[in-house]
């Protein structure tokens, strides 16, 4: 099948959706707290057991709504089938009542001993909240699979791979997939601009470098999710995260924009941001007075960057080169025994103290404590003629440090540190952010890679 035969579908604006099955999801929450009462005292739960329940509630619901978030109950395009959203309601029902019971109990302690916890209306709870999760997204599913709803997946590559590939999807793909093949590779780029499409799957991976950028940026653009299915070697040379599609194993191409790790990012950057300004303040004075001495002001140096999405800010260091360094050459990379770094300078580069005032950058949002390193706009423009793929760096927010920061030295070329950085969007975790920064701590302290 052609890309031109392919029907559009107009879907339901996910957002709506989701907000309105929220919506219902809170008046059942509280309806199950009701109810679970109701059930432990036959009808007549004491004055006791109601004021604390009325005090807490907005506490309780809103650890269920994050349960059930977690547990992807919200999420109609990942998990298509009733069996899915069953076991996902299960977990989500167990852990939020059993977190927001454990809240109630704390709060009774210490503010309100009065009041009354009925342990044994827990169990009740977590049932009456299990089964609303369940009927509700079986009602969602079925509603979505007669408004036409489904999820696009295309298939590019050889005819006869993409087929062969698609037989093997399609026998266990669930009702609300829909799979299309073949697709050219050396098209397909043009064929996803004209058509709806949630996903794709690439056959192989061997494609000219630019036609790969360019499939892989009208991805991002149009928020296509992209896979690729690996030959049977290829699993043992690659570290990155595994993903499933009609119980077929892919390699996800896209880097992870899932809300709870940019969530969980984002707390650890303003976390660590605020900590490392105060504890690191001493250090910061030595920096200062280090370059006041040594060549004067201006103490701190500023320079435009880009960030997420080639949205451009200033960078705060503080100045390792002479002031004026650029003002006859232009704009030039940093380079071994660079003349224009005073003695300072060096110091300051070798343990990364020159970079303490961007923890300011982190707090304001501008970058993450990791990440590739945010690049000047006259050579991000002049690396992405080169190599386009350098651009999928501007898909996430650019990092304090990164795996090129502490594998690296302060001069490699960019090539090199665009290995690492592409290897960092494929398998960006809080887990691999804080084995970087707990090796980026050790880089530091022994001054390893600087020079």
């Keep these: 099948m052609h890309s031109s035969d392919l029907r559009i579908i107009q879907r339901p604006p996910a957002v709506r959706r989701e907000a309105m099955l929220a919506a219902c999801d809170v008046a059942a929450m509280m309806a199950c707290m009701a109810g679970a009462l109701l059930l432990r005292f036959g009808g007549m739960p004491p004055e006791e057991h109601i004021r604390l329940y009325g005090v807490c509630l907005p506490v309780s619901v809103l650890i269920r709504l994050f349960f059930a978030e977690r547990c992807g109950l919200y999420d109609f ?47 009740a709870d977590a049932v009456l909240l299990a089964a609303w999760f369940i009927c509700s997204r079986a009602i969602v599913l079925a509603w979505l699979r007669r408004t036409g709803y489904r999820v696009r997946v295309a298939v590019i590559g050889p005819a006869g791979q993409s087929r062969a590939l698609m037989r093997e999807m399609q026998s266990h793909a669930p009702k609300l997939m829909e799979l299309s093949a073949p697709w050219d590779a050396l098209e397909a780029a043009d064929a996803l601009a004209n058509t709806r499409v949630d996903a794709i799957v690439l056959v192989s991976g061997d494609l000219p470098q630019a036609r790969l950028h360019q499939l892989l940026s009208t991805c991002d653009t149009r928020g296509i999710e992209a896979y690729l299915y690996p030959e049977l070697g290829l699993p043992l040379l690659l570290h990155t995260r595994v993903a499933s599609l009609a119980q077929t194993p892919l390699i996800s191409l896209n880097p992870d924009a899932m809300g709870h790790y940019r969530l969980g990012k984002r707390a650890l950057d303003i976390a660590a941001a605020i900590g490392g300004m105060v504890l690191l303040s001493p250090a910061a004075l030595l920096a200062a007075l280090f370059v006041r001495f040594d060549s004067g002001p201006p103490i701190l140096y500023s320079q435009e960057r880009l960030g997420l999405h080639g949205r451009a800010f200033r960078i705060y260091k503080f100045r390792t080169m002479n002031d004026g360094a650029e003002n006859g050459s232009g704009p030039l990379l940093a380079q071994t025994d660079d003349p224009r770094i005073t003695r300072a300078g060096h110091f300051l580069r070798r343990y990364r103290m020159d970079e303490i005032p961007q923890l300011w950058n982190v707090l304001r949002g501008d970058m993450s404590l990791v990440g590739p390193r945010p690049e000047r706009p006259e050579f991000a423009a ?54 970087i920064l707990f090796a980026t701590i050790r880089t530091v302290a022994t001054g390893r890679g600087a020079r």
Aim: aromatic residues 10%.
């Design 382 to 435: 002049r690396f992405i003629t080169e190599n386009p793929l350098y651009e999928r760096r501007l898909l996430v927010k650019p990092g304090l440090t990164g795996l090129a920061q502490i594998h690296g030295r302060y001069d490699m070329d960019y090539t090199q540190k665009l290995r690492y950085d592409l290897l960092y969007l494929n398998s960006a975790s809080l887990a691999a952010d804080l084995r």
């Design 77 to 123: 395009r990942h998990r298509l089938t009733l069996a899915e959203h069953a076991f996902s309601g299960l977990g989500a029902a167990i852990a939020g009542v059993a977190c927001g019971y454990i809240a109630l109990a704390l709060i009774r302690l210490y503010y309100t001993p009065a009041n009354h916890l009925s342990r044994l209306a827990a169990p």
